[in-house]
């Protein structure tokens, strides 16, 4: 996404719902046990959520991302809004799922962005799905006692990404391919 250069960006969003409430609605996960031995995890049921919104380009890891309390077309609008702020100088194709507050019609795209959508039920053909099957595997088994503590958890994840850790997840050689062409336009 280095937009000084007025290349064309391509970026993937999608939005994982991060739940928890006054403790984390576990996410289990498999564990290592003896064979006919079955793990033993605490974990709680009651559920709140925020909604982490996010993009990355696959090519640099470069990545964007935005907490929200829900999601819906206001929010959305207001994820591009702040997207579209932060790249001003380039044309950004953002692929999304068919979700209602991707198509709102009170969604106001901004110039420099451009909605691609993805075929119904095909989430493994966007690369950000791998990223935040790799955020979510650093949170089974564990239990927060509130939601800021799993936003400052999630938020510490998300720090410590590099580029080159997302890019290295996101970077599927097909989507890779497409990217260089586009930018050879």
């Known amino acids: 996404m280095t937009a000084k250069d007025g290349r064309l960006n391509a ?8 739940r928890a409430d006054a403790g984390l609605h576990t996410i289990i996960g498999r564990l290592i046990t003896a064979c006919g031995v079955k793990p033993i995890g605490s974990w709680q049921w009651p559920v709140k959520a925020f909604w982490l919104y996010g993009a990355v380009e ?9 907490q929200f309390s829900h999601v819906d077309t206001e929010c959305y609008q207001r994820f591009l809004d702040q997207f579209s702020a932060a ?3 380039s044309l950004n194709i953002l692929q999304v799922d068919n979700g209602r507050f991707h198509k709102g019609k009170n969604l106001i795209v ?4 451009i909605l691609l959508f993805q075929p119904p039920y095909c989430p493994e053909l966007n690369p950000i799905e791998r990223l ?3 955020l979510k ?8 006692k509130t939601l800021a503590q799993l936003q400052t958890k999630v938020d510490q994840l998300l720090a410590e990404l590099t580029p080159e850790v997302t890019a290295s997840i996101t970077g599927y050689s ?6 260089s ?5």
């Open 132 to 134: 935040w099957e790799h």
């Open 174 to 179: 097909f989507i890779l391919d497409a990217i």
């Open 137 to 144: 595997a650093n949170l089974k088994w564990a239990s927060f």
């Open 110 to 113: 901004p110039e420099n962005i």
């Open 87 to 89: 790249y001003p100088e």
């Open 181 to 185: 062409a586009l930018n050879t336009v």
């Open 11 to 18: 970026l993937f969003v999608t939005l994982p719902r991060m």
């Open 58 to 66: 696959p090519a640099t890891g470069e990545s964007f991302f935005w």
